[in-house]
């Protein structure tokens, strides 16, 4: 079986395609320029098998380069460094070829960087780790010559092509001779860059940003876009209001697509910005705990999904901007039944379920996360509609680090907490198969949910290679986690990408959220 | 009686000290009668979506918030979040800072040193930063404020009764009465204590204003009562959001706090010229 046979093609035409849009109205522009995006969370560190968020992203694309790569919206996989996959029928073998490219240093990249790069994730347990643990084993990734990598997996997996894009290739020899104490590079490469990617790191600190120039051998070339930029710099502002003054100042040229509906509207009504909408995949809801009393019994997790005001939080608090998602799919992405009707705003029921409930009903602890003013929103929505049906609760707001512990530890999760599920790679056991698979407990699980129905569809989706068999498992499993109240899912965001009105060119996907800059140019 | 009466006299005489004891008292009446006074007393847990970001109008005097309550009636009950929070933060401080300095000031060896060492050792670090970091340790919640303001503010008690007990064991009522035979803790208490009552008044009540505005910090920090408190500091925190737009969310508890902590500064003021002769103005006659 041969797949993405074709070289990076189609990436060229859709590049063409955006910019062939963008030079009809743009003037004759002038070369380069420097693209300042003021990012919402600081990059504590730049090592790119160190973090695997979509807060920040940036880095990992822009100043490193993996085999595959995602783009545009809906997502497509598309070979990058790589420049053709043979699988083989027992789905157990990949073998990449790769195609001339340089690091930054003006070494070649050769199959042994790759071979490294996995084993050294492997190796860190950190970042998207969990994506290949239990699937490929270190050392099992081979280099025979210098253009060709082999991964055995230890057991099939539908979604390893799809997580290849998060193996961030790293160059070897460097890494190596800047290891310290046997730390694999981490405290160098947490500040430095050894990689193959578009931009090159010039400077960087952890209380400002980083700044990176053009990398003018890279791969891809640069023919695909005129004037491409010279310089990115991604700044971090933490202050929302200082981001869109900025942006509205001309000052910042970009910043996340994920503000508060006010603030978007304020940024559209500016003559200096451009809101760019698109549809994300990005669901918000709320974690149950549902290992501990009371939310083990399911009536009283209905009671809390009744108990919720879906259409004050997404038509008021956000001025309807986002879709009501009632299951924990996004509503876009195959396998995501179209037929749900999920739970509403029904206090009696709340009432109804509350009643039905065995275990001793107590005070609960509702989570949020600080500075995340919507999170904030959403449990005192919920507090107001427990007050109602006569549960107590408490909100507890705390920042996502000290939340994200918290999630990984059964005894210190909070009851609920509110959060989103951002796309790692476009392929529904990004949302089911990590929130909700038993053996994903107390890792990506944090509901410690297990259900040996759901548990036999979502691992039997992970290994099939029959596309209509994962569709139909998905679908079912979305409706019995619906069915079962797992979690109280409540809408699929929208993506508002502000940018300054001289930005052409950039290509929004959901994996990396319209922050790969070497398609972009500024008039 | 007759000191009451005397202050009282001398206040409504200073126009500016006037003010500020109005004010304080005000922020006292407010906080107790915040369910009679409020216009949507419910709105302190309860939320109107349909209702967010309204402007100020007959029916919400400083407007709505983003969850469509009510802000001034929150305002109303925030106050007595303010005003139990500093009173009681200001109160522990004293019980612990007022011991602490007669203690060490009327004796005079290494207990008393090691005393001082260790106050001087938490006014060394700035006193916003330390109520930070235990505020932020222990987690956010009133108590937490409460404990971490407690913890920073004493030392300014024991600093100040140190310096008073020391100058006052140099006057001869005190020299008097240890000659005739009392006891250590009858001079500190029956003698020292009330003859320095007074700048101890002086500095609780101007200290009042600061710890006001240090838990109003911690609250727009985040290290506050968590949502949805009518904290003054959360809610100024929540309303960044939505500036410039809904002005007055923002406005109404950032003007509440300004005149709070005026008012305690102005009384404090005032109260220092009345109770300090060696300060009290010419034009008090």
């Known amino acids: 079986m041969r797949l993405f046979d074709h070289s990076p093609r189609l990436v060229r035409l859709a590049a063409a395609a955006v910019l062939a849009a963008g030079a009809a109205v743009a003037a004759p522009a002038q070369a ?128 390893f092509l799809a997580t290849v894009p998060e193996i961030h290739v790293v160059n070897e020899e460097l890494v190596r001779a800047n290891e310290a104490d046997g730390d694999l ?103 149950i705990h549902n290992g501990r009393p009371p939310m083990n019994d399911v009536n009283f997790r209905k009671a809390l999904s009744y108990s919720f005001d879906y259409d004050g939080f997404i038509d008021n608090i956000l001025s309807g901007s986002v879709a009501r998602d009632p299951v924990p799919l996004p509503n876009n992405m195959w396998g995501a039944p179209a037929d749900v009707e999920g739970y509403t705003y029904d206090l009696e029921k709340a009432k109804e379920h509350l009643a039905m409930v065995k275990e001793e009903v107590r005070e609960i602890t509702l989570g949020a996360l600080a500075g995340y003013g919507q999170t904030e929103q959403a449990a005192a929505l919920l507090q107001n509609g427990l007050n109602k049906i006569g549960i107590e ?131 | 009686m007759a000191t009451f009466r005397f202050l009282l006299r001398k206040l409504a005489a200073d126009r500016t000290a006037a003010l500020g004891a109005l004010i304080v008292v005000l922020l006292v009446a407010v906080a107790i009668a915040a369910p009679v006074l409020s216009t949507h007393p419910e709105d302190v847990t309860e939320f109107h979506p349909p209702e967010r970001l309204l402007g100020p109008s007959g029916d919400h005097y400083f407007g709505t918030d983003r969850m469509g309550s009510d802000v001034y009636s929150r305002i109303l009950f925030g106050a007595r979040i303010t005003i139990s929070i500093a009173v009681i933060a200001i109160g522990v401080s004293v019980l612990i800072g007022v011991p602490v300095g007669l203690v060490a000031g009327y004796y005079r060896n290494w207990a008393s040193d090691a005393l001082m060492r260790v106050s001087d050792i938490f006014l060394a670090v700035p006193q916003i930063v330390l109520a930070i970091a235990i505020a932020q340790t222990l987690g956010p919640s009133i108590e937490n404020v409460i404990l971490a303001l407690s913890a920073t503010y004493w030392p300014f008690w024991a600093r100040l009764v140190y310096a008073e007990t020391r100058s006052a ?70 309303s960044r959001e939505f500036l410039p737009e809904a002005w007055w969310y923002a406005t109404a508890p950032g003007l509440a706090i300004f005149l709070v902590v005026m008012g305690f500064n102005l009384l404090g003021d005032g109260l220092r010229d009345i109770l300090d002769p060696r300060t009290r103005r010419s034009t008090d006659g």
């Open chain 1, 32 to 159: 380069g320029g420097k693209f300042i995006f003021a990012n919402s969370s600081a990059y504590d560190t730049l090592d790119p098998h160190a973090i695997f968020d979509v807060g920040r992203v940036a880095s990992r694309i822009n100043l490193y380069d993996g085999l595959m790569r995602w783009f545009d919206n809906p997502p497509h996989l598309e070979p990058w460094l790589a420049e053709k996959v043979d699988i083989s029928d027992d789905g157990l073998t990949y073998t990449f070829t790769l195609r001339d490219a340089k690091f930054h240093d003006g070494s070649p990249v050769e199959a042994s960087d790759v071979a490294y790069s996995i084993d050294r994730i492997l190796e860190m347990k950190k970042g998207a780790y969990s994506l290949f643990e239990g699937t490929v084993a270190p050392g099992s990734t081979k280099a025979p010559d210098a253009k060709t990598v082999v991964f055995t997996l230890s057991k099939p997996s539908a979604i």
């Open chain 1, 185 to 287: 590079g981490t405290a160098w490469l947490s500040k430095n860059d050894a990689g193959s990617g578009s931009f090159r790191l010039t400077r960087y600190d952890p209380a400002i940003g980083w700044q990176a120039t053009r990398f003018e051998d890279h791969f891809f070339g640069w023919d695909m876009v005129e004037d491409p930029l010279d310089t990115i710099e991604f700044r971090t502002v933490v202050e929302i209001n200082s981001r869109v003054l900025g942006l509205m100042n001309g000052d910042f040229h970009g910043t996340d697509g994920y503000l508060p509906q006010d603030q978007v509207k304020r940024l559209a009504a500016s003559e200096n910005v451009v809101v760019d909408e698109q549809e994300s995949m990005r669901i918000f809801y709320s974690i």
């Open chain 2, 169 to 238: 064991l140099n006057e001869t009522y005190v020299e008097a009465s240890i000659a005739l035979g009392a006891s250590p803790w009858r001079v500190m208490l029956l003698h020292v204590l009330p003859n320095i009552s007074s700048s101890l008044i002086v500095r609780t009540t101007i200290g009042m204003g600061g710890t006001i505005l240090t838990a109003a910090v911690l609250g727009f920090l985040g290290l506050g009562p968590p949502a949805p408190s009518p904290e003054w500091g959360r809610t100024i925190a929540e």
């Open chain 1, 393 to 523: 609760s408490k909100i507890v707001s705390e920042t996502w680090p000290v939340a994200s512990g918290k999630m990984r530890d059964e005894e210190q999760m909070y009851d609920p907490l509110f959060l989103w599920k951002s796309t790692y790679y476009a392929d529904p056991n990004n949302w089911l198969g990590e929130m909700y698979a038993c053996e994903q407990i107390g890792a990506r699980n944090n509901s410690w949910y297990c259900n040996e129905e759901v548990d036999a569809l979502l691992s039997e989706a992970r290994t099939s290679t029959d596309q209509a068999l994962r569709k139909a498992n998905y679908e079912k499993a979305n409706r019995l986690l619906m069915e079962d109240a797992a979690g109280i899912f409540v809408y699929n965001t929208k993506w508002f990408g502000p940018f300054n009105k001289d930005v052409k060119g950039v290509r929004f996907s959901p994996i990396g959220n319209g922050q790969e800059m070497r398609w972009v140019s500024m008039d």
